[in-house]
């Protein structure tokens, strides 16, 4: 089982700036893919960015604004925003992929809420 804790969201104005953070813990693989998804309201979950053996991986819509790293050693990930946007606004999850026991699993954290707004 994997369990992951994440932090950081708040209220912010635009053009301002949030780091998130995401720490996993648990029985992990090596092998893992760790990233950021988000959810406005009446909106579907949708990817920001993630982050495969030093590959990032953003969304078009964050492009230039938002940088995500990792800390292996921690087993977290980080999501930088910069430049945020009322259309940022949402509740961000963290995503976690593994492949353990022959087999890739996945494991998502309870959200944390982000907000633009002036």
């Known amino acids: 089982q994997v369990q992951l804790v994440e932090s950081g969201g708040g209220l912010v104005q635009p053009g301002g700036s949030l780091r998130l953070s995401c720490s996993a813990s648990?029985?992990?693989?090596?092998?893992?893919?760790m990233g950021w998804y988000r959810q406005a309201p009446g909106k579907q979950r949708e990817l920001v960015a993630t982050?495969?053996?030093?590959?990032?991986n953003y969304a078009d819509s964050v492009k230039g604004r938002f940088t995500i790293s990792r800390d292996n050693a921690k087993n977290t990930v980080y999501l930088q925003m910069n430049g945020l946007k009322p259309e940022d606004t949402a509740v961000y999850y963290c995503?976690?992929?593994?492949?353990?026991?022959?087999?890739?699993?996945?494991?998502w954290g309870r959200g944390t809420q982000v907000t633009v707004s002036s």
């Open positions: 995503n976690f992929k593994h492949f353990y026991a022959l087999k890739w699993a996945e494991y």
């Open positions: 648990g029985s992990l693989s090596s092998i893992y893919v």
């Open positions: 982050e495969t053996s030093g590959r990032p």
